[in-house]
């Protein structure tokens, strides 16, 4: 698989407002008691397909999303953040810092 080779501002931005718009109003972000690996797994649940995203607290890989978006357009212009992992972000003071990588 290429690395992800674009960016834009635009798309970047428009993930965050579905973010907080979106899933964090209306979806629910529940975090397994389990890790995988040492990978932190979230279910998101609310939209029209339910998701996995999963965050490294120590950040030894990018924070990552099962859903369609990331494997394709998030991929290529942002990142591979979708607004999954954006929100998951979001939501937890402890892993908020990751969002960086789409600030820099
Ligand atoms: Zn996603």
């Known amino acids: 698989m290429e690395p992800a080779g674009g960016f834009s501002l635009k798309a970047r931005d428009d993930r965050f407002l579905r973010a907080a718009a979106t899933v964090l109003k209306n979806y629910t972000i529940v975090r397994r008691r389990m890790t995988e690996r040492g990978w932190v797994v979230f279910d998101v649940q609310g939209g029209t397909e339910d998701y996995v995203v999963k965050i490294h607290p120590e950040w030894h890989g ?4 099962s859903c369609p978006d990331a494997a ?3 991929r290529d212009d942002t990142r591979g953040f979708c607004k999954h992992i954006i929100a998951t ?9 990751q969002l960086l990588e789409v600030f820099l």
């Not at 990018?62 to 999303?65: A, G, K, L, N, V």
């Not at 972000?89 to 810092?97: A, I, N, T, V, W």
């Open 62 to 65: 990018q924070p990552q999303c």
């Open 72 to 74: 394709q357009r998030a």
């Open 89 to 97: 972000l979001l939501k937890h003071d402890e892993f908020r810092g």
